[in-house]
């Protein structure tokens, strides 16, 4: 995994050695059949192969929306991996959720899944600690986040996905990779616009009016 990233940070896609399957791609010619993959490497491959829990796979995703989108990623994990009707706000016991907001003993990014309700919502985090959420709105399903999201954060195994049609920066393929810290699988379906995107595709340049103002008084 490091090499891969290494390389991605100079510009560069390598076709690495993976002995021990640190990195896996994963080709997919459509958005619909890489949200298949996903599911099979969350709900399957991953454990069965390299002994990676599913509780320990997060799902990053480029975007939001789309079949290979971070909704729908969601939605499937949690059919296969936790069905309910959403009886606590949308959410079940054992559902993998993301913070949004801070509070005591968390903060926005953090994951974790959903252990019970009382006075508010019991989130066990990654690490292990059991906090309580009282803001039933700064909960989010997590089994698939976006990499804005994923930033900052580190899980065991990652499924980076990478959806067609979708501009890939190399500072998204970066950040993708190098949030895991035994695995990561990259699901490709954009048919070459990944390997194009980290060659030739930097972070958008933001811009503020601060320049404007100070012209102008």
């Known amino acids: 995994m490091a090499v891969l ?3 991605v940070a100079e510009g560069d896609w390598l076709e690495v050695e993976a002995p021990d399957r640190e990195v896996v791609r994963v080709p997919a010619a459509s958005g619909e059949e890489a949200a298949h993959r996903v599911t099979q490497l969350v709900t399957d491959s991953i454990p069965r192969a390299l002994g990676i829990g599913s509780d320990q796979v997060q799902v990053i995703t480029c975007r939001e929306d789309g079949p290979a989108g971070a909704r729908a990623l969601n939605a499937a994990c949690k059919e296969r991996l936790n069905p309910g009707p959403g009886a606590h706000g949308g959410f079940d016991v054992g559902d993998r959720v993301v ?5 005591p003993g968390y903060g926005p990014g953090d994951t974790g899944h959903l252990r019970g309700v009382s006075e508010g919502a019991v989130i066990e985090l990654t690490d292990g600690t059991r906090v309580t959420v009282t803001d039933p709105s700064a909960l989010r399903p997590g089994w698939a986040v976006s990499v804005a999201v994923a930033h900052g954060s580190r899980w065991p195994a990652v499924v980076a996905v990478f959806p067609p049609q979708v501009p890939v920066s190399r500072p998204q393929a970066y950040t993708a990779l190098t949030r895991a810290t035994r695995h990561v ?4 379906a954009t048919d070459g616009a990944l390997e194009t995107g980290v060659r030739e595709t930097l972070a958008p340049d933001r811009t503020t009016r601060l320049a404007l103002i100070l012209r102008t008084g």
């Open 185 to 188: 699988s990259v699901v490709d």
């Open 5 to 7: 990233a290494r390389a």
């Open 99 to 103: 913070l949004t907001a801070g509070g």
